[in-house]
């Protein structure tokens, strides 16, 4: 499955007189536009390329890019490449930057009630705790674990350590949603 690269968009432009076809003799064209942009699960994120043409209405003969001069190119690219046709080629960029605040302001979020859980502990909350951080005498392989507030005073918590540690802390979280964290023999 492709899930990202680079496709292109013809845009139509005007006709345009003055120029003759090498090939016909011929003065009127047609002016067009080629621009190539990245995508990402096909919505567009910013053009990579813009390149004009014209074509001659009589033989069709293309002149594309370098074949024209500068001065035409430059005049067909400012009346092709509006705002009204290029803008829609940054909409990904606008998805991808509200997606990334999202997922930033997610993240100070959860990290705000976090710190609320902890500053107002109550009896039978679970904390998930990387062992090795306060015990010296730990297995660095099987380190996570949960420690559980057993007893509140005015100013102190008792925490009751569990018996059984793993190497990650899915396996924590398995045993929490099990229920069984909350057993005295856990």
Known sequence: MIIFGSRGKAVAGQL?????????????????????????????????????GIECTHCKKTLVGKELPKKLSKQIKSTVFTKKNTLPMYSGLVVITF?????????????????????????????????????????????YGVMRVKHLSSNQVELQVSTIAYNKTSGVQKDIRAEKALLDAY
């Open 99 to 143: 997606l990334v605040l999202f997922l930033a302001y997610d993240m100070k979020q959860d990290e705000l009630k976090d710190a609320a859980y902890i500053e107002q502990p109550a009896i039978n909350d679970l904390y998930i705790v990387n062992f090795t951080r306060i015990f010296n005498d730990t297995d660095p392989e099987y380190k």
């Open 16 to 52: 345009v007189e003055g120029i003759e076809c090498p090939s016909c003799g011929n003065n009127q064209f047609g002016t067009f536009g080629t621009l190539r942009y990245f995508h990402l699960f096909w919505i567009p994120v910013f053009p990579t390329s813009k390149v004009t």
